[in-house]
């Protein structure tokens, strides 16, 4: 498994480095120290505290879906033309891109600083991962 030092984990959480340390210290994430005497925290024990710690901004939409992929968010940008709009979230540390109609915006009401749920049904989504370094 992979370790990560202090600062990726803080990048991976969408905190501060100062955040890592301060769990580290408390002994909510359990960290150790690699050969070269730094702190780190092994991938599994990080994707374990990243689930667990994980919080949803609430929905609020009183709307049943059967998309369980729901980003709460900010409307960012809006830029739109006479036939389709490409509308930009910022949900937490997420950025989601829509391209919708602009009829579709307008609408809606879409336009920067609109609370707005980016809901995500897909039947196929890519996952990679980086290649080890050489």
């Known amino acids: 498994m992979p370790l ?3 600062s990726e984990a803080a990048g991976l ?3 501060s480095d100062d955040t890592v340390r301060r769990w580290l210290d408390s002994g909510q994430l359990a960290g150790e120290v690699d050969a070269a005497g730094r702190k780190v925290v092994d ?4 994707a374990a505290f990243a689930g667990s ?10 709307v049943g879906r059967s ?5 709460v968010g ?4 809006v830029v739109a033309d006479t036939v389709m709009a490409k509308v930009e979230l910022v949900c937490g540390p997420h950025r989601v891109v829509s391209l919708m109609s602009t009829e579709a915006v307008r609408e809606l009401g879409l336009e920067p600083g609109v609370l707005a749920v980016a809901v995500v049904k897909s039947t196929h989504v890519v996952v990679e991962t980086p290649r080890p370094p050489t």
């Open 67 to 71: 998309a369980r992929n729901r980003f």
């Open 53 to 62: 710690t994980a919080r949803a901004v609430p929905d609020p939409s009183a």
């Open 13 to 15: 959480l969408g905190v």
């Open 74 to 77: 900010l409307v960012t940008d």
């Open 4 to 6: 990560y030092r202090i």
């Open 43 to 46: 991938g599994a024990v990080l």
